[in-house]
């Protein structure tokens, strides 16, 4: 696997809107969602942009080791992006932990106390967690990131609440399950049941008519909005005629997510626990209040892309094609629901297969079975105990096959600045959870040189929508040389990529993608070369070439 990816490159603009330019100078190319490159943060980890919210509800108790809140916040993520750090990574998509109000006592499992400091607890999923921030700096987050170009995702949960503590009580027993336990086996044992212990399952399954929980009325009595809560539920439901079951309040809650903020997209997590049938609900609602975002803000509307849907089935991989296998039963979560899943499957392709059969897996895959999807594409998370390069020993090499490889590409804040996955004192997932290495970035070579490779990379990626949507054609074995097309009505990219150059000089076919006489420029070293008889010459000392047509 020890492969060095060479990328030649050129963009080939038919489209007239391709040469505008929007007020803030980006680049009105096509976006599509199929060669996105999004940035995975979890909130409280990323960057403390305002210490005064760093401790709310009385959470004093002293957590376990990466079990606390951190300081991260909107705020933080809000100065980031002032200071262009996801523009250099070429990151054209953001996705945050949920932003929702978290439970507001600890757990303690035998690791130590652990609060609600990932986001995945919900406690209120009408209010912003006061450790993040509030809804003027989310409002904000938004509109900023906008501006440069790029989208953002929240992260919903609708299958479980935040587990029970001291402070925070059960939900009632018309809304949630506590037991029994997944035991996944098939899908009666990994859906109507609960994740883990004390982990309350909502009722997704039940049409029935539930009352608010009557902490959630007390709560919404003394925060001094109960009756404007309530109104807005009462509309809801009157639109849609839905009976006022559990599901259909918290999908209400998620939306308003859209029309107040005009957010892009959902993270759907924990999506094969729940009834295939309530994702389509959920998109269905879903794409009304986009479209109601849009009518009301018509001057803000970024594209005519429909709201991204982004699923989160554990296991699933690109080679499953559309439908996920429970065992007993298969489901196509793409049907009516999701236009892409988390594809689990990369990393061990990554380890295991030689670059070549990745690349043509997951090209076939995408022009063929999943034609009109994606699949999100990673090395490493925020839950897999089992990551590509857990001790970042092949950094550079996982952002070349990363941002490289057919479909859309998912970097895990420190993926692009190598922060260890392997944290002593650490039990289970909260070694993955370091807080991002913003001091190694500028004191660190190895991490500088990181961040400089996996920058030089997104932008490519960001530039050149054929990457990771593209047609792919293999030109030659040795070295490995292939092409990537992507035409759509009157917009058009090409790429030429290679395998295993030398340092010093090279000579590479381009086949027909090129002409001879075009002059090419190499984004990596900003050295020029022309085509001279379906091949170029570059003298460089680096094993990647990233080649686009002098403009």
Known sequence: MKQILVVFISLIVLS???SKESKTGINKRPFVWEAANVYFLLTDRFYNGDTSND????RTKEPGKLRGFEGGDVKGIIKKLKDGYFTKLGVNAIWMTPIVEQIHGGTDEGTGVTYGFHGYWTKDWTKIEPNYGTKE???ELVELAHEKGIRVLLDAVINHTGPVTEKDPVWPTDWVRTEPQCTYKNSETTIPCTLVRNLPDVKT???????????????WKNEGRYEEEVAELDAFFKR?????APRFYIIKWLTDYITEFGIDGYRVDTVKHVEDTVWQEFKKECDVAFNQWKKDNPKSVLDQNQFYLVGEVYGYGIGSGQYYDFGDKKVNYFDGAFQSLINFQFKWDAKQKPITEVFDLYANSLQNDLKGFGTMNYISSHDDGQPYDAKREKSLLAGTLLLLAPGTSQIYYGDESARSLVIEGTVGDATLRSFMNWEEITTD??????????????????KHISVGAGVHQQISEKPYVFSRTYSKENYGDKVVIGLNLLKGKKSIAVGDIFSDGELLRDAYTNKEATVVNGKIELHTEHTIVLLEKKR
């Not at 401790?55 to 009385?58: A, E, K, R, S, T």
């Not at 399954?205 to 709560?219: F, H, M, Q, R, T």
């Not at 849609?240 to 006022?244: A, L, S, V």
């Open 137 to 139: 700096d989310v409002k």
């Open 205 to 219: 399954e039940s049409n029935e008519a539930v009352k608010l929980p009557p902490y959630l009325v007390e709560k």
């Open 55 to 58: 401790i709310n509800f009385d």
């Open 445 to 462: 070579e190895k991490s500088k040189q990181t961040v400089a490779h996996w920058q030089k990379l997104g932008q490519f990626r960001n």
């Open 240 to 244: 849609t005629g839905y009976p006022r």
């Open 16 to 18: 007239s809107c391709d």
